[in-house]
């Protein structure tokens, strides 16, 4: 079984046992956690499609990890001898698919 859900703003195809990294969400490691905006719920049967969400349809999900990405470089030039560099590094949290009831 499998779902889509969406967190972040984006769409992330799961299935149970599965890990993923999200944009960061609140809770300590080893927090338990339920995604309800699931999209799609697939695997036995027919595909379940919401519209927009799939009523009823859980994610439940464990926090393994809270942490920052690689970072990311930005370098900005003129002609006129204008330098600036500049750097980011976006905040995640790793997740570990636990359940899907759809």
Request: proline letters at 3%.
């Amino acid at each position: 079984m499998y779902a889509v859900i969406r967190t972040g703003g984006k769409q992330h195809r799961v299935e149970k046992g599965g890990r993923l990294k999200v944009e960061k969400l609140a809770g300590d490691v080893g927090l338990e956690i339920k995604l309800d905006d699931v999209l799609l719920v697939g695997g036995e049967g027919d595909p379940k499609i919401g519209r927009p969400r799939v009523s009823g349809a859980v994610v439940t999900a464990k926090i393994i990890a809270q942490g920052k990405n690689k970072k990311i470089d930005v370098f900005k030039a003129t002609t006129k001898g204008y330098r600036r560099m500049l750097g980011h590094r976006q905040p995640y949290t790793e997740l570990e698919i636990t359940g899907i009831q759809g």
